[in-house]
């Protein structure tokens, strides 16, 4: 539909790309109003996860839209090969910005990883409001023919695929199918025959989930699966709700301190040295372990002061005073069994983060499983 050239921005001195309409469509008055409707739409935003529109002209006849260059490319060349910190990253910049285009009233509608570009600093930043719509605009304009669904079938959600009107949590079921083929290497139904075939079974069959890959922690699967409800109102209910939830399950999962381990590399991971972190819950390493992977006063502190742990004991503690004596012992068990937890999680989080960094011999590699 349109070609994206590297040029240079002279006033400024800086590179951009610049959206041309390709010349077979630059005569169809409806491609047009498209290419201008995305300036639009994508120039009334701003916000650091979501590429920068400069500007909107016209040369010869034919549109041009100016943008922020992100030469690092786009997601999909890093799929199949990321950390689950990195693969939460992602998440989490996606939905920032899809929460500041709920605050515009813009639903995106066509997310995949070929619309999410990846920047110097190792974050994201959502592209491409060329299908995008305004919500007084999706039952009234006329772009897109009644009954028909824009967007790319393995991400489209299934109320898309009927052809009713995308909303939020549209993308939010995308985010969903995006968040699958990261931690998996493959969209659901990706064994379906055809793009027909794909689209029927996700009207007629529950989304596969992740629980049961034994390297992914349940809460992040858990996650996941709540984006890929078939039901829009079973979804979370907004961006900003999913982008909360999924800080706390990457805590859970990871550890406080997972924002760290999630920038982006500025090229694939070579395959052989790829390892998908091990998260398996409550696993008792050995002192000497935590000792060479995390600062051992720094584990308890956490664990001592995690706000779950001191609230629940308090609670108890509390009950104690106005009921029973003996309430205040049970208080102090359940606050050291959950401190006890919360230092071997953390430990043992901190253990696989750095074990992720290293080289592993061929026949140790531990890869996240292709569904």
Known sequence: MAVVHLARQLDLDRPVALKELAGLHASDETVTK????????????????????????????IPYIAMEFLPRGSLRALVGALTVPQIAGVLEGLLAGLAHADEHHIVHRDLKPENIMRTDEGGVKIADFGIAKAYDELAT????????????????????????PATQASDLYSVGVIAFELFSGAVPFADAASASALLIRKLNERAPTLRRQPHLDRRLAEWVDALLEREPSKRPASAQTARESLEDAAEAAIGVRWRRMAPLPAERPDRATTRAPTLVPHRFASLGTIRATAPLLLLVGHALTRPINVAVSAGVAIAAVFIAWWLFVVALGIYIALAAITFFDEAEAARVALRSKK????????RIPTI
């Open 359 to 366: 080289p592993a011999p061929p026949e140790h590699e531990t």
């Open 141 to 164: 304009a006329n772009l897109t023919p009644a009954g028909e669904f824009v967007g790319a079938p393995a991400y489209v959600s299934p109320e898309q695929a009927l052809g009713a």
């Open 34 to 61: 498209r290419f201008l409707h995305e300036a639009r739409l994508a120039g009334s935003l701003n916000h650091p996860n979501i590429v920068t529109v400069y500007e909107y002209f016209e040369h010869d006849g």
